[in-house]
Structure formats: C-alpha cells, structure tokens
C-alpha cells in the first residue's frame, strides 16, 4: 500500500493529486502504441553494425569492397564517412560533451577504445544480409594494451587510452595522473583539525561496477535522408530536440533541414538521452537514398550504450559521541568510460547533501578507461556515492551507539543550511522523510528470524529545470488539444495535462495531450533530471493562465461587461455584477466562433525554483547462509515529492527506482574478463530484478511543498534510487555482521564475507 | 531462400502467411502481418516482451520459428481486447496505473492472461511466480501484481 503524509495542508485543488488514467494508456494496453521498432517504411533497409572485438585497438585498415559486393548491401560507411567535427562542447542536458568525442564515439576513426566500439555500417534489403556483410569487412587491427579500471588507469605509466586527452593541472599545477580527464575537488573548513577532534573516525574503501539502465527496448531508429538535403529521423529517445540538434552538429547540417519525430520510448533512464546511433543511420540512408532502420541486439545494447560508472571510493568521516558529525574527507574515482565525462562531480556535490558537514575535502576523478562511454543512470553519479557515504553513516552511528535514524536526523539539512559545494538548501524535506520512515509501523515492527537484518539510509538529489513548450487549442465542444514536447517515459502527458486542467476548471480527460514533432512545438528539453511532471507540466499551467485570460475577454463580450466583471471558477464564467450570466466552460468553448474565433495559449519556460528532492528507505533482508542469496524482504520508501501531481505515477516511480537499486545492490554487474571483454551482455547472465525476487514496494508520500511551482511539485524520478544500495548493504550488516564495501552482494560475494568473517 | 506457405489461426482469424525458414514467429508477425504488439526486447527468451499464447501455452515467440505457426492457435496481445471492450485484465492495469514505458506491457498482459485462464484465484506469490519470466525495469513489479490480483477478482465477480 502506498500512503501521503500532507506536511502542509492540503489546497482546494480538484484535478492535481487525482488519479485519472493515462491518455496514452489504452494504445500502451492494447498493442497499438507505435514504439522506436514499429515503424515500417517503403523500401526501408536494414542496418547492421561491425563494433570492435577488442577493447583497445588500433584500426590499421577497413576494406568494405566484399561487403558491398554482396546482392541486396546498398550502402556502407565506416569512420571516414562522418564529418571531422570542430571541438567545441555539446550540450546534452545531463551533462555535456565533446563533438570530437560524440562523433568519435559513432564511430571509430583510428582507434578502437573499447569492446563493441563501432567500427562500420551496412544497410541491406534484408537483416541477415546486413549481418552476413558485416562478416565480409575486413578490418586489420594493431592490438593496444587496455585500461580496465581505476586504479589501473591512474597508475604512473599506464596505457594513454587517448593520445591527445586535454587534462588541467589540479590544485597547485600538480599533473593530474594519466588518464584523468577531468578533476574537482570541494574543501570547507579545516579537515584535519575537525578528525583530530573527533570522538570517532572511520575510513573505507568502497568498489561498485559499471552497470547498465536495462531499458527493455533497444536503441532503435530510422532515417531517411531526402533529395532536397532534408532528414527525417524516427526514434525513442528521451529528446527529440536533442537528437535533432545532435545529429545538425556532429553531421554539420543545418537544423531546420532534421526532422525528429518521436515515437513510443520503451525505457531511458537517462541511457536514451545522447546516442551513437543518428547519424550513422542517416549517412547510411544519405548513401542508399532509401529509409533505413535500425534496432540494436540486446548484446549491443550492454556493449555499444552507455552505462552507468563503476567506482572506486574512499571515505572517512568523524563524529563526536554526541553524534555530530565533524569532517568528512573524500576521494571518488569513477569510470568515464573511453571518453571524458562520467558523473563523479554529482557524486562529489551530493554524497552529504542530507547533512550539515562543517569540514568537508571531497575531491573527485574522471577517469578514462576502455569501457563503453558511460552515460547518465537514473541520479548520474549519485547512487554510488550515496551507497559509500550512508554505508559508513551506518558505521559511524553504530559505533557510537545510536539509532541509524536519530544519529541522521541529527545531524540533517534545512532551509537555509550549506551543502558542500556552497550552494544553500530552500525549502526541504530531509527532516520529514526521515521522520516519515522512524514513524512509520515498518521501524517498530519485529524481524522475524536469525539471518534478517533491516537498514536503512537517506539520499539527495537536485533534480532539473531546463527547457519546456506547451500549446493549448480550445476545441467548439469545450475539449482541449494539448501539443507538448516531452517524451512520456512514465505517464508524463497525463500529469502535464492534469497542470492545463486545474487552470482551465476541466477534468482532465477533456485534454488531449500530445508529444509533437520538433516542428511542431517549440524547444522542449530532454525527459530527464526529474523534470518533466515539474517543468513541462509548468508550461502547461502559463499556457492554461493564457487561454484562461483570452476565455475571461471572451466571456465579457458575451455578458456585455468588461474582463475585470468576470470571474472563473470551477469550469464556470460568471459576471459579478449579475449572477445569472454565466457560461460552463463548453457553453463558451460554443461560443468563441462567434466572439473572436478560436482561443490558444502556449508558453515556453525556463523554471528557476527547481525543487530538490530526498528519499529515505527501510529495507528487511534475510540472508542465506548456505548458498549467499539475499532475499528482500519488504520495503518502505518515502520521498518528499513536494506535491504528487498523479499519485499512482509518483509512486511508480519510487517503486521502479528501488527495484533498480536493489538490482544494482545484489546482482547487476559488468563483469569484463582481463582483454576488457564483458562476460555477460544478455538478460539471463545480467540479472535484473523479477516479480519473484522483489516484495510489494510501500511508497510514502511526504508532501513539502516546492514554493518554486505552482502546484508545489518536486521533481520525483531520480531520488528514490539514491538510498537504496546503501540501505540493502546496511540491511545485509545486520543479517550477517559483515559490511560488505563492494557492489554487487551477489552470493558468491555474500559467501566470501561470510567465510573471511570465520577465519 | 525459398519462403515457406504457412497456415495458421490468429486472434481466431485463419490466417495465410509466406515466411523465411529462419525467421522467428516474433518477426513473422511485426515484419510480415504488422502486429508490432509483441516486442522485441532480448531476441533470446530473457525478457518477456514478445510472448504471445500457441495452442495455450505462453511462448516467447522470438524463440518459435515462424513455419511452426502451421495449425497453430495462436493470442497475440492485438486479440484480447473485443469490440465489447478491453478485456478485464487491460482495464486493471490502466486503473492501478501498472505500466510506465509501456514495452513490457503486452507480453505481462497475455502472461497474465494464461495465468488467469489456468488459475482464476491466484495468490500473490503464484502471479509473482507465473510472471517471474517477463522484465519490467519501470514499475518494480508492485502495481503490475495488484492489477492481476484486482482483474482476478473482477472477472470471478463477473462470472
């Protein structure tokens, strides 16, 4: 079962916090819902990739001769086929990037930096001719040395995974270690000083892997490169506004000759945001002057997207015996992958933001390694972090004999307190959600058995504003078509249609939301940062406030008054001065032929007053001895939401976010053997949660409302995977007495601490 | 390769189709008969996404070639709703708000479906066993097992 907890009292509002079904959702029951792989155009090709079989290779000669010999190949390209691309860096909205890099990582021009790296393209009447002329390349390497992990890649004389890696010197022109693309470091207070005068101090090296977001459709799309130099690009991404303005960079086209139209997005979880794969697949349909599609094997998926970062952490905290905490210090390696750009500042920044720290060195390495480029995972960077600071959180608090609970509510955030990197909390709920899960019957309820143990942990996220456009369109029959530009990854449309609905006095079904075309609706941000409900749903709401301002005009026309004599409330026009004028919102919809014509409304926004959101969870486990299996036994998550536009959905998204946390706490790794080949590219051998491994997912929802939204709403999706390793790790301790400092506890994993914890 | 002349029934419609002898039953009917309903998440029987019901078993039809439709009965996701209406099952999962992305969502409904044919009482446990083979990555799984339970009791009160 779910529960809200109202931190404030609730508004009169009749639409925002309803549970209405989705708009989309008989397409999505039904079959009809067109994703990324359903479409089928005329004469439409078929592509296949030819990606590295090593993890560092040089290319010293591509001959595609025999593959284009082959009946039914019409096109093939390979590296020298893409435009040399200016450095300069590309937005991707989680993040940005090189071009150089983005375009590199298309596809190899030199070197191969990774297993799966692409190397050619062919597109081919018919799928398994694509792929028997992948087989007719011919590709003659020069087998490099590979950087697998961290350590290795920062050690003195370690194989440079790029010849010409751009690096700045660190703190005191000191030469950041090979590798290393990218270096920060945040230092408050005075460090030292703060441990020497600490009761207690803890120090820990912690180990995650890289994982995948395991998005169950593949990376697919189509393209289709037309005469007139125009590009039509099919696809399900998380943003088409940014496929598109990819895609016109790295090609080097304008972005009024691309087209980017999205269809159905079979999961993201920030996976789909930037991609290889567009302009590949337009060259390749530039080349055959036919449509081509392409849909990834699920091999490629693990190998040729990027993953979330493996890690190397080290944390030590002190604590006085009263509880406080005193200083933290800090060092955070993570994978970027075979170019610059994993998450590691995020997890620097927001490791400790539940807490007030005084003395704080956080310092955090973007290392470069011959991996798949990582992309963002679900809170980029913070999970893995926020696994090693509330593993050690736990420690310390044990250490001094106080309740996991009590010692971070201690020692908790608020309106007005600093985070590490400076910057100010507002308005949040730390403080309530973590007293939401100490009230909650969950924390007083017995464990039942000798090997069960309960954790639990807190974990911050910023969450993200950006861009977002809305038209509204008055229909005669008092409908409303609403044109957006935000994918719906999760039921998105139905809670942006619910802000237009509220405005309007309307029930939300009488809007009929849709995600347009890239010209068919102004600039919209990708589907990501925890955004969409909050931003896109805000541009709803300006546009609702414009229609309703054009409907109050029209309505005075009417009642032969002037505007300010009208009033609007639920779904009713009246005028003031005589109560018998009135008209329901359909009556005037009527009406507006007559008095003007149609009414519509848009709004593009930039929200500033991004609210930032905390969650908290209990996790029960009970840990098999014998074999290592750590079954969860029953959850409870909550999450300051600020408020729940569509409560069913905002608890989906904390369900969804703790069933990937658990995964990625007890079973989803990369495991790479010595050439940097991964072992495991399928589901069977990637093992992601089932509906057997899991209990029933309690979501509480605390309700602190975001004063930087109209309707108080926080960005939800990202937080509520944030606790969730730390909280099962914490939960794993106590079953067992062993504090396992590495991801996966899987139960090979599980059995080696048990048996070095014998010995 | 010379195609293969197969007849089979669909969504109880009999039905003719030529197909290649390598070709998957999955991709026989997205490329050949434009039912994409069934998706293709792992092409290797780990995911779920393309199950359809054959003469009353759920199958991972990427895993069935196409020329064993020959005589087959076969459900795909396109045959559960009728012009009544959505089947039981279909309504649950829009009102318990048990999807997300929506991929997985076609093969848990006919997992759900076979389930419920051979098991109209389900437990908890027995919907999260029979389900253990279809991946969700969105929902954690709670809202898609409360839909089944809630359709389970809808369709016995309706009987």
Known sequence: MATTTTVEQKTTEKVIGTRPIRHDGVDKVTGRAIYGADINLPKMLHVKILRSPHAHARIVSIDTKQALDIPGVKAVITGEDLPEPPSQMQNLGEGAANLRFLSDNAMARTKALYKGHAVAAVAATELYIAEEALSAIKVTWEILPAVLDTESAMAEGAPLVHDDLPQRPMEGDQAPPPNVARYFRFNIGDTQQAFEESDTVVEREFRTQMVHQGYIEPQTATALWKEDESLTIWCSSQGHFNVRDQTSNILQIPVSSIKVIPLEIGGGFGGKIGSTIYPVISLLSKKAGVPVKYSMTRAEVFEGTGPGSGTHMRVKIGAMKTGKITAVDVSLSYEAGAYPGSSVASGCQNMFSPYVIENAFIEGFDVIVNKPKTAAYRAPGTPQAAYAGESIIDEVAESIGMDPIDFRLLNVAEEDDSRVDGTKHRVIGAKETLEAIKNHPHYKSPLNGPNQGRGVAIGYWGNAGMTSSCSLIVNGDGTVNLVEGSVDIGGTRTAIAMHAAEVLGIPAEDIHPVVADTESVGMTSITAGSRTAFASGWAAYEAAQGVLKELIERAATVFETTPDQVVHEDGTFRSVSDNDKKLTFKELAGRLQRVGGPVIGQATITPRGVGTAFGADIVDVEVDPETGKVQVLRVTAAQDVGRAIHPSYVEGQIQGGVAQGIGWALNEEYVFNDEGVMQNPGFLDYRMPTSLDLPMIEAVLVEKRNPGHPYGARGVGEVPIVPVMASVANAVYRATGVRYQALPMSPGNIIAGLTQKDH | ?159
Not at chain 2, 9 to 21: A, R
Not at chain 2, 22 to 37: A, H, Y
């Open chain 2, 1 to 159: 390769m010379a195609k293969l002349h197969v007849e089979t029934t669909i969504n109880g419609e009999s039905t003719e189709i030529l197909v290649d002898p390598q070709q998957s039953l999955l991709e026989t009917l997205r490329d050949g008969l434009m039912l994409t309903g069934a998706k293709e998440g792992c092409n290797d029987g780990n995911c779920g996404a393309c199950t359809v019901i054959m003469d009353g078993r759920t199958v991972n039809s990427c895993l069935v070639l196409g020329a064993e439709a020959q005589d087959a009965d076969i459900t795909t996701i396109e045959g559960l709703a009728t012009p009544r209406g959505l089947h039981p099952l279909q309504q649950a999962f829009l009102e318990n708000a048990a999807l997300q992305c929506g991929i997985c969502t076609p093969g848990f409904l006919i997992s759900s479906k076979s389930l419920l044919d051979s098991n109209p009482n389900p437990s908890e446990e027995e919907v999260r066993f029979w389900l253990a083979g279809n991946l969700c990555r969105c929902t954690g799984y709670d809202k898609i097992v409360r839909a089944v339970l809630d359709a389970a009791k809808e369709m016995k009160a309706g009987n």
